[in-house]
C-alpha cells in the first residue's frame, strides 16, 4: 500500500510488450513434412557431398576450389543449424521476422553456390590443360580427379537447384 491509500502496481512484463515471432513453418519436427523442410534436408545432403567431394580430389586448384570448399563448408553448418533451430523449436523463443531470415539466407547462399558451381565447372573444364613440370608435360587433373570433380560439378549444381527451390518457397511465405 502507498502512502495515499492505493496499491502499487507492479512493473509490466518486459516479455510480454514483444510481438510475437513471425514464423509460418510448422515448428519441431513437423517441419520434415513441408516442401520447405525437405528442400533443406536435401541442401545438407548434396551439399554434404559436393564438400566430400571436392575434398576427395585433393583440390589441385586450391583458388577455385577453396571457394568451393568455403561456401559448401559454411552452407552445410548454417543448414544444419537452420534446420536445428525448427526442429528445437527455438524459432517460437527468438523475437525474429523468420520468414525474412529465411528468404535472406536462402537468397544469399543461394548466389554463393551458383558461384561456387560455375567455379567447380571451370576447375572441372581444365581437365585437358598440361601444365609443364620439370621437363615433362602432363595434364593438370588426373583421370581420377576429373571424375570426382564431374561428380562434384553435378552435385554442386543440384545443390544450387535445391537453394533456388528454398529460395522460391521463402519469398512466397515472406511476400504473399
Known amino acids: 500500500m502507498s502512502a495515499g491509500g492505493g496499491s502499487v502496481l507492479p512493473p509490466p512484463n518486459p516479455a510480454v510488450s514483444f510481438p510475437a515471432p513471425r514464423v509460418t513453418l510448422p515448428v519441431g519436427p513437423d517441419i520434415l513434412r513441408t516442401y520447405s523442410g525437405a528442400f533443406v534436408c536435401l541442401e545438407i545432403l548434396f551439399g554434404g557431398l559436393v564438400w566430400i567431394l571436392v575434398a576427395s580430389s585433393n583440390v589441385p586448384l586450391p583458388l577455385l576450389q577453396g571457394w568451393v570448399m568455403f561456401v559448401s563448408v559454411t552452407a552445410f553448418v548454417l543448414s544444419l543449424l537452420f534446420l536445428g533451430v525448427f526442429l528445437s523449436g527455438m524459432v517460437t523463443q527468438i523475437n525474429v521476422n523468420w520468414n525474412f531470415l529465411d528468404f535472406a539466407y536462402h537468397f544469399t547462399v543461394f548466389v554463393f553456390y551458383f558461384g ?61
Open 116 to 176: 561456387a558451381f560455375l567455379l567447380e565447372a571451370a576447375a572441372t573444364s581444365l581437365h585437358d590443360l598440361h601444365c609443364n613440370t620439370t621437363m615433362t608435360v602432363k595434364p593438370l587433373l588426373s583421370d581420377n580427379q576429373y571424375n570426382i570433380n564431374v561428380a562434384a560439378t553435378i552435385f554442386a549444381f543440384v545443390t544450387t537447384a535445391c537453394y533456388g527451390c528454398s529460395l522460391g518457397l521463402a519469398l512466397r511465405r515472406w511476400r504473399p
